[in-house]
């Protein structure tokens, strides 16, 4: 029988150190996980760089992935820190280049407006540290970055790492197809949103001529388990409501509605920025439907978050990864889906 293609994804949340998720990987190594996946997040959790080296010195054989926000380093520095990292792990990095919106900008102190479009940069960001990943002295020029004759110090183990584009938007969607050697699935998403996202992604992937049977896909999922249903639900309602806090409603949620997520109403809006605009985000967890977190989330008990994830299995997604909503499931989703 083929084994279930299956990875772990932390860094989101506040309840793991390095140190922790060093010690986690480890055992999601062995226990027959594929990829061990870190979040860099806008909420400025702990930085990529660091983490993936501890997992890389706990861990033999797991692949390693994460997103990195473009415009936060420059492709030289992503690109060398990439380069030592894929050669201290022994050619085991994938990073998941992500688009710095104006939220990305905001918070981390950068000008929001630059010339080019998020999108616009990413692609910049991808096509040069493609050339710089050549080991060779290089030069680009796009609308956002340019330089002449720049090359690393040394040579890369590896002269192709993969890109998996993370993507929301169509229009990262699109980008995932056109260029990406995958795609990383945005979390707080139902395996509905994942079929229409995927559909994208096809059509991007035809229209640039490439073929989508080499593309790589995989998605975060949000895992809640629990012997208990609606335990399981409020373990995990807070994280579907940071997508559907007001201030992130036009960068997350919107997105999400327009590719064609089903779980996300409308009408449910105004009455979610009422709550958050009464009593902040505890009134925003208190007013999410079980029927968001039931549907874009897998939680419940043992055998329905199995039942769940394989849904998201069935809609394309090759690789799940899984992130628990709470440190005391961490080894109980990890004995869960063990191989």
């Keep these: 029988m083929k084994k279930a293609r299956v990875g772990y994804a932390l860094g989101y949340g506040k309840f793991a150190n390095v140190a922790e998720m060093s010690s986690i990987m480890r055992q999601a190594e062995e226990r027959g996980f594929e990829m ?51 050669e201290l792990s022994g050619g085991r990095i994938t990073v998941a280049p992500g688009a710095c919106t104006k939220s990305h900008a905001r918070v981390h102190a950068l000008p929001q407006d630059i010339g080019a479009t998020p ?34 110090g040394f040579k890369p183990v590896r002269s192709h790492i993969p890109f998996y584009v993370p993507a929301t938007a169509t229009v990262g969607l699109k980008l995932a197809g056109a260029i ?9 998403c139902s395996p509905e949103y994942t079929v229409n996202a995927l559909r994208i992604i096809k059509e991007s992937a035809a229209a640039a001529g490439r073929d989508f049977s080499k593309f790589f896909v995989a998605q975060i999922i949000n895992c809640s388990i629990e012997d208990d249903h609606k335990k399981a639900l409020d373990a995990v309602r807070w994280e579907v ?41 505890e009134g925003l967890i208190k007013a999410v439907p079980d029927s968001y977190v039931e549907g874009m989330t897998a939680s419940g008990t043992p055998d329905e978050v199995k039942k769940r994830v394989q849904q998201y299995r069935d809609a394309g997604v090759q690789v799940p990864l899984l992130r628990p909503a709470a440190a005391h499931q961490t080894q109980r989703l990890l004995d869960l889906f063990a191989q």
Excluded: C, W
């Design 36 to 86: 061990a996946f870190f979040s860099e997040t806008i909420e400025l959790m702990r930085d990529s760089v660091t983490s993936l080296a501890g997992i890389s010195l706990a861990t033999k054989n797991i692949i390693m992935g994460t997103t990195q926000i473009v415009r936060l380093r420059s492709p030289v520095v992503m690109t060398q820190s990439l380069a030592t990292l894929d």
């Design 119 to 152: 999108s616009e940069v990413l692609r910049e960001y991808i096509e040069s540290m493609r050339l710089l990943l050549s080991g060779d002295k290089v030069s680009y020029h796009g609308k956002f970055l340019n330089f002449d004759n720049v090359g690393l």
């Design 180 to 188: 990406g050697d995958g795609v990383i699935l945005n979390a707080v």
């Design 241 to 281: 409501a940071t997508k559907l806090d007001p201030l992130q409603i036009s960068f997350i949620a919107a997105p999400k509605m327009r590719v064609g997520e089903p779980y996300i109403r409308k009408e449910d809006i105004p009455l979610f920025e009422k709550a958050y605009a009464e009593s902040g985000m």
